[in-house]
């Protein structure tokens, strides 16, 4: 789980986004509370107590759903949910985000958006988690506000889904005086490579 950001370097630097069902310091939220990370156009996101039959989150993210029960209460238990979550590159290239992790759902994940444009990524049900990657080489994120979409349904009886994220990065931008700095550095080092042989060609004819 991506508990919070870590310090910027020029090797990529760690995106804040949390787990589904836990506390803004990583520990598991109380059942029947709201989730405190994903959003929803639909209503109130709960946190709710696993169904025996689906897949264990390993301590590290809940199982959330609509209502608090267990999720067969909302419309009957017939319903297809977007459950957002959004982070701000700013200061960070777009085209360098690697986002990594795993969802299970009752019944179906049917796709993960990035800022509302499909990635194809699905989760088949509940009997495991299915492993997803969103790269920044499709072009999807931008620089600013971004927001990850988790559409999913529930075609009956319980329903919920659980949300991991493995990893999340992304390259900082570089500051303009540092490409300044740069661009004096590889002047200067032109130059001097031009005194060096200037010298031996001196050397030479002597």
């Not at 760690?14 to 989730?35: F, I, R, Y």
């Not at 982070?87 to 179906?108: A, C, K, M, Q, R």
């Not at 529930?154 to 659980?162: H, I, K, L, S, Y």
Request: proline share 6%; hydrophobic share 35%; aromatic share 10%.
């Amino acid at each position: 789980m991506i508990a919070a950001s870590l310090p910027l370097c020029s090797f990529g630097a760690s995106l804040t986004l949390e787990n589904s069902g836990v506390n803004s310091d990583g520990t598991l939220a109380t059942p029947g509370s709201t989730d405190q990370n994903f959003y929803s156009p639909d209503g109130a996101i709960y946190v709710i107590s696993a169904n025996p039959a689906w897949a264990d989150p390993g301590g590290v993210a809940s199982y959330v759903a609509p209502d608090q029960s267990d999720g067969s209460i909302y419309d009957g238990g017939f319903y297809t949910l977007d459950y957002d979550i959004s982070f701000d590159l700013t200061g960070f290239d777009p085209s360098s985000v690697l986002i990594e992790g795993s969802w299970s759902t009752d019944n179906s994940g049917n796709d993960i958006l990035v800022n509302g444009q499909s990635t194809g990524n699905t989760s088949p049900g509940f009997g495991g988690f299915t492993d997803f990657t969103l790269s920044g080489s499709s072009g999807l994120f931008t620089a600013g506000v971004n927001t990850l979409d988790f559409n999913w349904s529930n075609d009956g009886g319980p329903g919920g889904v659980a949300i991991e994220f493995s990893s999340a990065t992304a390259s900082p931008t570089p500051e303009p005086a540092s490409i300044a700095l740069f661009g004096t550095g590889l002047v200067a080092f032109g130059l001097i490579g031009r005194v060096r042989r200037r010298v031996r060609q001196r050397q030479a004819a002597r």
